[in-house]
């Protein structure tokens, strides 16, 4: 066997190995398996494809998840917008399995902003169209509002379609508060300034301060699907979301609960006071074409 040919086997599987180790968070370890090289491989076969993808964006569409205000679950109040991939060679790509490709790449920022004026383009179609809708809401990566020019980008493609900014909402995650830092935060400010809301996504998932609400300009949080589920089964996860929705409230921050998926669900965060609601039980995300038949038909009930 060449001892050189082993040696290099070794360096790369010891680097696959660390790679893991980064990706489970910070003081972990791991050891190398075969399924590492293959997991390494498809993430190679999904970035190659998405860095072709991104030159004319045709593999690419919008789909769009109606969210409803809890007092008058016939009345939309607004969308929020999910992309999907679908590649010639790869098929139907899940967005969990590209998205963080796409920021760990830096390609998401090209994609980003694709999908903030597609998106827009969509809403002021539906405004002209006579549907009344409040918001639309958009997820926005940390690497992506954190990009040179990003708020110069934004206020170019509302200014050229000639779109009100108060329309816009950015949902961004957690892992933004958990930075702390002051530019992101002088960002979001800006953001504000521009009457484009601010909403914290999945909130509750990660291991954010309670203070930062003193320093951030958010105007809602969406709670997120992990403590939704089963919330007429588990008094704990009914302590949870009647704790968050009470905080919300003291902070005069407005809370939708998502992944709703029943009526118990629904009637339980009603009652607790959540404002607004999305999830199957509603409505599934939807293509623009049946978004607008969903909207006038759920106006003609």
């Not at 999904?46 to 109606?66: G, M, R, S």
């Not at 609960?257 to 609601?277: N, P, S």
């Amino acid at each position: 066997y060449n001892s050189d040919k082993a040696l290099n086997t070794l360096y790369k599987e010891s680097d696959i190995a660390l790679y893991k180790s980064k990706e489970r968070g910070k003081d972990k370890f791991t050891f190398f398996e075969d399924s590492f090289l293959d997991s390494l491989v498809k993430k190679n076969d999904i970035y190659t494809a998405l860095k072709n993808a991104i030159i004319d964006f045709n593999e690419f569409h919008l789909v769009y998840q109606p969210k409803f205000y809890t007092k008058d679950t016939k009345k939309i109040t607004g969308v929020e917008v999910l992309v999907r991939w679908e590649n010639p060679e790869l098929g139907f790509v899940p967005p969990d399995k590209f998205i963080p490709i796409a920021e760990d790449s830096g390609l998401i920022i090209d994609l980003g902003y694709w999908i903030f004026e597609k998106a827009c383009e969509d809403f002021l179609m539906l405004l002209n169209q006579g549907i009344d809708l409040k918001q639309i809401s958009i997820n926005l990566s940390p690497i992506q509002l954190e990009s040179e020019g990003f708020l110069e980008n934004i206020k170019n493609i509302l200014k050229k379609l000639q779109l009100d900014s108060v329309y816009i909402e950015f949902e961004i995650t957690e892992r933004v508060l958990m930075q702390n830092n002051e530019n992101t935060l002088n960002i979001l400010q800006s953001l504000r300034d521009m009457n484009i809301s601010v909403a914290i996504d999945d909130f509750g998932t990660g291991y954010s301060s309670l203070s930062y609400f003193s320093k951030l300009p958010v105007t809602h949080i969406k709670i997120d699907k992990a403590f939704v589920t089963n919330i007429d089964k588990s008094s704990s996860i009914y302590i949870i979301n009647k704790a968050i929705i009470s905080l919300a409230k003291g902070f005069n921050l407005e809370t939708t609960a998502e992944g709703i998926e029943t009526k118990k669900e629904f009637e339980i965060l009603k009652d607790l006071g959540a404002d607004k609601m999305q999830g199957y039980y509603f409505a599934k995300p939807m293509s623009i074409d049946t978004l607008t038949n969903y909207v006038n038909n759920l106006e003609d009930t």
